[in-house]
């Protein structure tokens, strides 16, 4: 499963999560979870730059 690092409309990256012992489907919850990583990473890449760009 992969998810986009996006912020204020620019790509950040990509999210790559694996399973290396259950090689079950992702389920639902999974994805939520996923989402949820993805868009506080996001944040936390992104909340840097912009500080150093208003500076």
């Known amino acids: 499963m992969a998810g986009p690092l996006r912020a204020?409309?620019?790509a950040l990256g990509v999210?790559?999560?694996t399973r290396s012992e259950n090689?079950?489907?992702f389920a639902r919850d999974d994805?939520?979870?996923a989402q949820e990583l993805v868009a506080r990473a996001s944040v936390c890449i992104?909340?840097?730059a912009a500080t150093a760009s208003r500076t």
């Open 31 to 33: 994805l939520l979870l």
């Open 23 to 25: 090689l079950a489907s």
């Open 8 to 10: 204020r409309e620019t």
């Open 46 to 48: 992104d909340t840097p």
């Open 15 to 17: 999210a790559t999560f």
